[in-house]
């Protein structure tokens, strides 16, 4: 099973400010298949970013995803309020698809 | 609009059973594969498994395989999730999701629903 860790835990920015959100795992997932959500309190979460840089319908270009091999990034290039959410990253690369344990992008 | 709709909370005592629904509209439910997503309480996301409805086939998350049975009537275009006997570490959010041709990823989501299994 491929274990995704993100980090950190929790980013504390204020709103138009950059976020780096980061997504290791424990192997190679070699063809880029990670995706990434954002979760609200009291939602379902949103696909954000598929194939490692592909934005999904509908997503702000301020949104972006990138890496390769054991190490993805997504960055925010300017908080909106809107942003602020828990983000997970997910590999289906291999069976079982697994999901990281989470980043909260809290206001600071 | 594509939408998969859930049934409502539950609330069962530890041992009984419980079956959950997810219904497709807006698109053609065979042709897309649906998962399910836990979420216990303030915890992250846990894949279950997925069901391709067009012929059944279905994959499990060695977590999960033997706990949960993952099902879908196409004639009505819904997938299901089931406990023979639910335990209180069953208590939880579960997400039914469709997963993109393109990609293996997410991208309509249930709203959730809650299982509550107390005595």
């Known amino acids: 099973e491929i274990v995704l860790t993100q980090s950190p835990g929790t980013l504390s920015l204020s709103p138009g400010e950059r976020a780096t959100l980061s997504c290791r795992a424990s192997?190679?997932?070699?063809?880029?298949?990670l995706a990434w959500y954002q979760q609200k309190p009291g939602q379902a979460p949103r696909l954000l970013i598929y194939g490692a840089s592909s934005r999904a319908t509908g997503i702000p270009e301020r949104f972006s995803g990138s890496g390769s091999g054991t190490d993805f990034t997504l960055k925010i290039s300017r908080l909106e309020p809107e942003d602020f959410a828990m983000y997970y990253c997910?590999?289906?690369?291999?069976?079982?698809?697994?999901f990281g344990q989470g980043t909260k992008v809290e206001i600071k | 609009e594509v939408q998969l709709v859930q049934s409502g909370a539950e609330v069962k005592k530890p041992g009984e059973s419980l079956k959950i629904s997810c219904k497709g509209s807006?698109?053609?439910?065979?042709?897309?594969?649906v998962g399910w997503v836990r979420q216990m309480p303030g915890k992250g996301l846990e894949w279950m498994g997925i069901?391709?409805?067009?012929?059944?086939?279905?994959r499990y998350s060695p977590s999960f395989q033997g706990q949960v049975t993952i099902s879908a009537d196409r004639s009505i275009s819904t997938a299901y999730l089931q406990w023979s006997s639910l335990k209180a570490s069953d208590t939880a959010i579960y997400y039914c999701a469709r997963q993109i041709p393109v990609a293996d990823a997410f991208d309509v989501w249930g709203r959730g629903t809650l299982v509550t299994a107390s005595s």
């Open positions: 069901i391709y409805p067009g012929d059944s086939d279905t």
């Open positions: 997910q590999q289906y690369e291999a069976s079982p698809r697994t």
């Open positions: 807006g698109y053609t439910f065979t042709n897309f594969w």
């Open positions: 192997q190679s997932v070699t063809s880029n298949y």
